[in-house]
């Protein structure tokens, strides 16, 4: 169905609009969240999402994951912190890249550091919780300034801070995932003050949600690919009739 000229025509006027979205739209992720961004591009299977005008920083996001777009109005407001730490950034962003460097350098899959990020902030750079956690790993002041990091909205300090937490967390319960994902939630002494998980809805749900996407990941790269099938043999030449 691919091959119809109606739907490449489709295609290509979705390829332009991406290409031309104005300024200061929302992308509504199908987990409740959503990312501010200035523009918007749409390659194959993913969504770059440009957080800035001069698109110094994007986060590249499955296009299924999300449910609409929606357009945010203009407000003559001051910039926040994390805007304008977020407009500070020096060069491009990429997420992708961030979690493969930081993975390697703290030897975890970047598969669970992503399922992380994404229970975590919904890849918003600029996240921030009722509880005042920040940006793409979520770190807590405190914890941001344990690891050294000082703009906890600099995406790159940000996931390379998160993963070191997160290997940290997982020596200190011996690679136990399901209690180390617990503690990166509710914080390691509600995990020694209930010697495991605690009986918190949202913690549970929480790490249930991290480790159902990670098997999912897990299971996809597992599959075999699809075979392709065979070429259909040319039909023979009529012979030519007799006078």
Do not use: W
């Not at 994951?65 to 500070?88: G, K, L, M, N, V």
Request: net charge positive.
């Amino acid at each position: 169905m691919k091959h119809l000229l109606q739907l490449a025509l489709c295609s290509a006027l979705l390829a332009l609009t991406a290409l031309s979205s104005s300024a200061a739209d929302s992308a509504i992720l199908r987990n409740g969240f959503s990312i501010r961004h200035q523009r918007r591009e749409i390659m194959g299977s993913i969504t770059r999402l440009y957080i800035d005008g001069d698109q110094s920083s994007f986060v590249d996001i499955p296009t299924a994951e999300i449910d609409h777009f929606e357009s945010i109005p203009e407000a003559p407001t001051p910039h926040t912190e994390p805007e304008r730490a977020a407009a500070a950034t020096p060069h491009a962003f990429d997420l992708t890249q961030a979690v493969k460097d930081a993975s390697g350098t703290y030897r975890l899959d970047p598969d669970l550091v992503t399922s992380v990020i994404r229970a975590e902030s919904g890849f918003n750079v600029r996240a921030v919780s009722p509880k005042g956690a920040q940006g793409l790993m979520q770190l807590m002041p405190q914890t941001a300034s344990q690891l050294g990091v000082r703009n906890a909205f600099d995406p790159q300090a940000n996931v390379e801070a998160g993963t070191r937490y997160l290997r940290e967390l997982l020596e200190r319960y011996n690679f136990d995932l399901v209690k180390a994902l617990a503690a990166y939630n509710a914080g390691p002494q509600r995990i020694d003050q209930y010697n495991g998980v605690p009986p918190y809805y949202e913690t549970r749900a929480y790490v249930a949600r991290i480790v159902r996407d990670f098997n999912k990941k897990k299971l996809a790269a597992t599959k075999p690919p699809t075979p392709k099938p065979p070429a259909p043999k040319p039909s023979p030449l009529p012979l030519p009739l007799g006078r």
